[in-house]
């Protein structure tokens, strides 16, 4: 088989190796379709309604979000991803002395009324205030303080932009060798946990349970939801 990028040649149009290529391609995704989807089908039953939906909904944005036009089948591969990814830096992740977990921007609400936040000279934003204690930002900020691990928020929009490189040598240079939490809607934590993966940063990726980004929801202060018991296990934190 030819090397992936895919490069045609004359031998492989006379081979029929791409039309080969294609049919081996098909057949992996029927498979897939077949075997692992019906297992995830309670966590994508209201995805293809929804994002229907928001397409004929006139929302406050003006960019293409990859959350409401990723198919079924894309998110299933998303997730295979992620998962593939936890499995190989699990080990190494397990090792590292310092843990740094990083929150989407979503958090602080459309409005930024939610969290309230400051930039540090890391690049990132620590939390420092918010209006509702009970947040699990909050409590995951506060647990942090007590227990030695850092939490920021990432206020730009994806993971591979040139100032994430910046931010990773930071902390790098502050932290030593740590250990990175990433935790985002499945779309964003697939494309940047290739990225984390690139720049070789032990990682674990946790999907949101809910997403009030406001691509999703306008400008409607919609609180994300992630799985803050599933984070103090994977940081050995009682609670």
């Not at 204690?133 to 920021?152: S, Y």
């Not at 929009?157 to 240079?173: G, S």
Request: hydrophobic share 40%; glycine share 6%; proline share 5%.
């Amino acid at each position: 088989m030819p090397s992936f990028p895919y490069k045609l040649n004359k031998k492989d149009i006379e081979s029929n190796t791409l039309k080969n290529y294609l049919q081996s391609i098909s057949k992996a995704e029927n498979a897939l379709e077949s075997s692992v989807t019906p297992h995830l089908e309670p966590f994508l039953e209201e995805l293809s309604d929804y994002s229907t939906t928001l397409r004929n909904k006139e929302l406050n944005i003006n960019y293409s979000n990859p959350m409401i036009h990723s198919s079924k089948l894309q998110y299933i591969l998303y997730m295979l991803l992620i998962e593939q990814s936890n499995q190989f830096w699990r080990v190494e992740f397990d090792m590292t002395g310092k843990k740094i977990i990083v929150l989407p921007r979503c958090l602080t609400g459309p409005n930024f009324d939610l969290l309230e936040v400051k930039r540090t000279k890391l690049g990132w934003h620590k939390i420092v205030g918010t209006q509702d204690k009970r947040f699990n930002a909050w409590t995951l900020a506060e647990i942090g303080n007590k227990h030695d691990f850092e939490v920021f928020i990432t206020m730009g929009n994806r993971f591979k932009e040139p100032n994430f490189l910046r931010v990773f040598h930071n902390l790098r240079k502050k932290f030593g060798y740590f250990g990175l939490i990433a935790v985002a809607c499945i779309p964003e934590l697939a494309l940047g946990n290739t990225y984390i993966m690139e720049v070789g940063i032990p990682s674990h990726a946790v999907p949101l349970f809910y997403s009030g980004c406001a691509k999703w929801h306008g400008t409607s202060s919609i609180k994300t939801e992630f799985p803050l018991s599933y984070i103090l296990d994977l940081l050995s934190v009682d609670h």
